[in-house]
């Protein structure tokens, strides 16, 4: 064997989220989410109800086997297992006193799972999944109310699995409420009609009940480390000019006030700027000053693609990516349309890392691509050699990230078994080291398969990174 690349206490898994794994959309007391409204994904709008065409209703049907597939996990070696709670199965309405038993006690069976093989729980509390109920009568995150019914939900989780969950996640992609406003932020005012003053209140919002459940976790119990989650995409000036270098500059600070919160404690001066810019005047108060300070322990993030900026409108016209840049001329693609950037996530890395100086982890990376099922010596899986490549050529770069100094705690690739994709909300778009028998008609034996990353990804593990 070669020699390890990754320290001891590296974490290594996969991740997901509970409307892309689940489905039981109405078993056990659970809610309505906006997930159960958004048939076509969470980039697309909003339907009345559940509809038949709605994958995300049944899903993977991890509701009723998640013993077997995390089973599954524990064999390729997993020692970290991300996955979101359903807001809507612990408080189905979003806004009661009272959570839902049969709810919780369903996480409980999972993590006992988990536990039976020493896989480590990180726990998304909100992964666009807003009780619907909370988009329809609040408005979502645009309503102050919503700070304390998510506090509500956040401590009845740390009460309940803190002594057993050590690393928790307050939001999915907090960053992507810029560009989602329903999927991200429960808000059900359609993006078109969307004041700015409006997203950024709702944003002020989140940011102060991060901060806040963040606090609650820690006076819980203070072994709990919360960290904060965003989208990282490196961008790049698209041409040596120094408007674009600004461009850049400015659409980095739109992306990162996020976590520089987070951080930080505070609103950093250039957001400043940009509300007195906008005339944008939000409504904040000495308490709301005071929550800030609640900072994160940790910074996690999702890498699957970098992208250019330019200050040329010119060069900007058809830039359709959710957020928002231009295509890189000398990178490769998904089938999706994805740019494949493997040092970007280095590049990443260490500008976190320079800039907070607090402990990363990357929970989300992958490939989703079309997969064929053929036999092999009688089995079904998966010749997905270009997954392989795809992951092994970004572990890479977290080692020379490693090498730089960075302190990154772990690995969870997305998502470790097909699952509902979240933009789009197909089957066919897989991620997984396991096949899951489901087509985008809904037909589908359910039945897992292991594929040929799957064992690639079991030596990866086994070796510390040795075999990369
Ligand atoms: C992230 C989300 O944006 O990307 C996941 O946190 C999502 O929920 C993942 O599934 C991959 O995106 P998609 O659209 O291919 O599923």
Known sequence: MTHARFPETFLWGGATAANQIEGAYAEGGKGLSIQD????????????????DNLKLEAIDFYHRYAEDIALFAEMGFTVFRFSIAWSRIFPLGDEDVPNEEGLAFYDRVLDELERYGIEPLVTLSHYETPLHLAEKYDGWVNRDLIGFYERYARTCFERYGHRVKHWLTFNEINSVLHIPFGSGGINTPKSELSEQDLYQAIHHELVASARVTRAAHEIDPSIKVGCMVIAMPLYPLTPNPDDVVAVMDADHANLMFSDVHVRGEYPGYAKRFFRDKGISLDITAQDLEDLRHTVDFVSFSYYMSLCQSADPEALAGAGNIMGGVRNPTLRESEWGWQIDPQ??????????????????????????????????????????????????????????????????????????????????????????????????????????????????????RSRGGSL
């Open 37 to 52: 409204v958004t048939p076509q994904g969470i980039m697309c709008d909003r339907v009345a109800g559940p509809t038949a």
């Open 344 to 461: 970007g996530l280095r590049v990443v890395l260490n500008q976190f890392w320079d800039r907070w100086q607090k402990p990363l982890f990357i929970v989300e990376n992958g490939l989703g691509a079309k997969d064929r099922l053929i036999e092999v010596d009688g089995e079904l899986t998966v010749e997905d050699d270009y997954r392989i490549d795809y992951l092994n050529d970004h572990l890479l770069q977290v080692a020379e990230a490693l090498e730089d100094g960075v302190d990154v705690l772990g690995y969870t690739m997305w998502g470790p078994i097909d699952l509902v994709s979240a933009s789009t909300a197909q089957m066919s778009k897989r991620y997984g080291f396991i096949y899951v028998d489901r087509a985008d008609d809904g037909s589908g034996t359910l039945t897992r398969h292991r594929k040929k990353s799957f064992g690639w990804y079991a030596d990866v593990i």
